[in-house]
């Protein structure tokens, strides 16, 4: 199995208090994403990176945003958390090139309250 | 953009059935195309891929063909168990990286 771990795994957190999530890999990829899941809209991206501080938007960008300063950390933050954020959050990596696979985290179950 | 469409869910399935589970996408180029499965309170576990058009990618009993002139890669399987039962996910990657997913389609396989 790639060597992905997100923490925490499980997190619940009152509106307006901020999150951060982080994503750890052991693999040496280039890119790294993050993703949102929630029922009827399969995997959304939300931010992703390919590099050391070199980031971008996904199309659920708002209210969350990055850092990655090193090649083994990507961390989301939700500034200022909302209950419609409420949902689970998955990393993922990959090696640059179109046609190599993404590698996912076991996900971090979110619940804003 | 690029996106992907694949056909809604729940599919549920007696044991020993065939599957098919319909993705068709919209992409500029030549992508890359995917099927991810979760199992519950899992990550994404990639099940087969195809990188060219007429490629077919196969795991487990798993089998998709890359179409290029339908734009499409259904994942079929001859005979479904009740451990396949997961969400399905067709997704693409494009040249720069970016990786565009499905709805996800839940599969269910009963006894």
């Known amino acids: 199995d790639a060597g992905i771990t997100q923490s925490p795994r499980h997190k619940v957190t009152e509106t307006g208090t901020p999150v951060t999530l982080r994503c750890h890999q052991t693999?040496?990829?280039?890119?790294m994403y993050w993703y949102r899941q929630d029922p009827g809209h399969g995997l959304r991206l939300i931010h992703y990176?390919?590099?050391?501080?070199?980031?971008d938007k996904g199309e659920v960008s708002d209210g969350y945003s990055v850092s990655r300063s090193k090649t083994e950390d990507f961390l989301l933050t939700l500034e200022s958390a909302t209950s419609s954020q409420t949902s689970v959050y998955f990393c993922?990596?990959?090696?640059?090139?179109?046609?190599?696979?993404?590698?996912f985290g076991q996900g971090t179950r979110l619940t804003v309250v | 953009g690029d996106s992907v469409t694949q056909m809604e869910g729940p599919v549920t399935l007696s044991e020993e059935a065939f599957l098919t589970i319909n993705c068709t996408y919209t992409?500029?180029?030549?992508?890359?195309l995917f099927w991810y499965v979760q199992y519950p309170g899992e990550g994404l576990q990639l099940l087969l891929k195809?990188?060219?058009?007429?490629d077919k990618g196969s795991n487990k009993g798993f089998e998709a063909t890359y179409r290029k002139e339908t734009t499409s890669f259904h994942l079929e399987k001859g005979s479904v168990q009740v451990s396949d039962s997961a969400v399905y996910f067709c997704?693409?990657?494009?040249?720069?990286?970016?990786?565009?997913f499905g709805g996800g389609t839940r599969l269910m396989v009963k006894p």
């Open positions: 997704a693409l990657m494009d040249a720069g990286n970016m990786l565009t």
């Open positions: 693999e040496n990829h280039r890119y």
């Open positions: 993922a990596i990959s090696e640059f090139g179109g046609n190599t696979e993404a590698f």
């Open positions: 992409a500029t180029g030549y992508p890359s």
């Open positions: 195809a990188t060219k058009a007429d």
């Open positions: 990176s390919y590099g050391v501080k070199d980031t």
